[in-house]
């Protein structure tokens, strides 16, 4: 029996590794493919990259308003019904009302994000994964999606592609403070190794 669960972990650590790997060369290679004004979400990421750290927490919560607008009442009220749940600690029916979300409205890549947010929290890493695949196949530079993906190969011990992760975030947002202190607190683990 110890030697079939270690197989089939075996195969879902594979298949996880494939998965991180192809989420890695979306957001490495990927061009801009998703609906939501693009030409306010260019000057924002624009300005991300010029400003000062007070000035790029303003940029970055102007970019998350962008990212949190569906275009739909009804999308808006899932996720602001999920966003609570998690707040409160109810993982289940977050990923219910993001599960909802997704279903209807699987081009917006908020709705994958948070549900992955809401998986990882249930230590439910393939399929967080997963989502932040959908995420971002719909927004390359969904620094938070990338970030969340970072913190997942932490816990899944992958420092060296979860510090590629967050080296990615930084070159989107170079301000992103919790990204900052994750790749110190990586480069204190391994003593400074190249990662």
Not at 6 to 11: A, E, I, P, Q
Not at 118 to 141: I, Q
């Amino acid at each position: 029996m110890g030697a079939k669960f270690s197989g089939v972990m075996g195969m879902s650590f594979q298949f996880l590794n494939r998965t991180v790997a192809s989420v890695l060369a979306i957001v490495l290679l990927s061009t801009v493919c998703w609906a939501a004004d693009q030409d306010k979400l260019d000057r924002l990421y624009g300005q991300l990259q010029d400003a000062e750290p007070a000035e790029a927490r303003r940029v970055a919560k102007e970019i998350e308003l962008e990212w949190s607008k569906s275009g739909s009442p009804a999308m808006d009220l899932l996720l602001k019904r999920g966003t609570d749940a998690m707040e409160a600690g109810d993982f289940a029916s977050a990923i219910g009302h993001f599960t909802a979300l997704t279903d209807h409205a699987p081009d917006f890549a908020e709705g994958w994000h948070r549900r992955a947010v809401a998986f990882a929290a249930s230590e439910m890493y393939g399929p967080a994964v997963d989502d932040l695949r959908h995420a971002l196949e719909l927004n390359p530079r969904h620094y938070d999606a990338i970030a969340a993906l970072g913190g997942i190969l932490v816990k899944i011990e992958k420092p060296e592609v979860a510090a590629q992760a967050f080296q990615q975030v930084l070159a989107i947002h170079p301000h992103y403070r919790e990204v900052t202190e994750a790749l110190e607190h990586l480069d204190s683990q391994t003593g400074g190794a190249d990662l």
